[in-house]
């Protein structure tokens, strides 16, 4: 089998997927104009033109502006379903998605909002596609501690539809300790916890991650290299990794997908998985960072497959959901 098709054919879960960066350009435009939102671009094709990204943060600010057109339930489930039919289209056969809830409540857009229009587009990915899927909250590390804090109080009613918490936007200077209270307030709510670590900040904030809010994936995690102790620790407890291979080139964490550490990583004992983190953004979904990826770091088969049974295996599905996608899995490895 080509490699495209027997990297489509694989079944794969995503587990770093911000789904307000799934927000592409035409639909952008089309939700602002339906809701009368002024965009900072004239045009769909300037908005693309302006995603040549330097750091992190000049990612940050053009995904911030972009949210802007979301108000209401409709536009969350028709965003959380374009991305649920790209995902099908790739072989996703569950999504983990995180969700902002700031990025809205700041604006005024209600926190049931934007989950009855998330969790709406779940049940119907599940139905129509066939395309499990959880929602992660996730706290803007850029913001306070009494913002989070808040953000978790509004979001407790309706805590049954939600499956875990994460820590996402920008890294530097905003370490994992700033919401070790908040975390350990969502472990005992009995949500699962995941944090962005180690995108642009340094291993230290691996460490904090794991020690501090315990959390049971890392997102991204890629510079753990950078510490070979931490590697080992991470190799040796089977801590996911959720790595953006694209997103990471295009942030410029590594200059060209040649110079990725995933190989490296993977290599060394890492649970690594691949994912698309801000594919609209980015340039590409789950099976192009797969492909891109695969060729540039000239993965094997065999490698390819252990990937994407770590995103079933870190998923946080019950082992009966995922007995019959590995099984799948097993069935594409061995070409039957
Ligand atoms: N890192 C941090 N915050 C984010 C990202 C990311 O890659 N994408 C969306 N918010
Ligand atoms: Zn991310």
Redesign the pocket.
């Known amino acids: 089998m080509e490699l495209e098709a027997f990297l489509r054919a694989l079944p794969k879960a995503e587990l770093h997927l911000?789904i307000e960066?799934s927000l592409e350009p035409e639909m952008m435009f089309s939700l602002a104009q339906r809701n009368g939102v002024p965009l900072p671009w004239a045009s769909v094709e300037a908005t693309r033109a302006a995603y040549a990204f330097t750091d992190?943060q000049s990612f940050?600010d053009l995904?911030y502006a972009g949210a802007a057109a979301l108000i209401h339930e409709a536009d969350f489930f028709d965003l959380a379903m374009a991305y649920f039919r790209r995902a099908a289209a790739d072989g996703v056969v569950h999504a983990e998605l995180f969700f902002d809830p700031q990025t809205h409540t700041a604006r005024g857009v209600a926190y049931g909002t934007v989950l009855d229009g998330l969790e709406r587009a779940c049940h119907t990915a599940q139905t129509e596609l066939g395309v499990s899927s959880r929602l992660i909250l996730c706290f803007l590390r850029h913001l306070s501690e009494e913002d989070a804090f808040a953000t978790l109080t509004e979001a407790e009613p309706h805590l049954a539809r939600i499956h875990g918490a994460g820590l996402?936007?920008s890294?530097r200077g905003h370490p994992p300790s700033k919401f070790a209270r908040v975390f350990a307030r969502c472990r005992e709510l009995g949500l699962h916890v995941v944090a962005?670590a180690g995108?642009e900040g340094p291993p230290a904030y691996i460490r904090q991650a794991l020690d501090l809010l315990q959390v049971e994936r890392i997102d991204h995690g890629v510079r753990a290299s950078e510490d070979a102790d931490l590697l080992a620790r991470l190799a040796e407890d089977g801590t996911p990794l959720t790595v953006c291979p694209l997103?990471n080139v295009k942030l410029c964490v590594f200059k060209r997908l040649e110079d990725h550490n995933l190989a490296q990583l993977l290599r060394a004992g890492l649970k690594v998985t691949i994912n698309s983190?801000?594919p609209a953004y980015f340039g590409g979904y789950i099976l192009k960072n797969f492909v891109d990826t695969a060729l540039a770091l000239s993965l094997s088969r065999a490698e390819l497959t252990q990937i994407a049974r770590n995103s079933l295996e870190a998923s946080f599905v019950s082992d009966a959901e995922r007995v019959p996608w590995l099984a799948r899995l097993d069935a594409v490895a061995a070409g039957t």
């Open positions: 911000h960066g992190l940050l995904y996402d936007s890294e962005h995108e997103s983190d801000d």
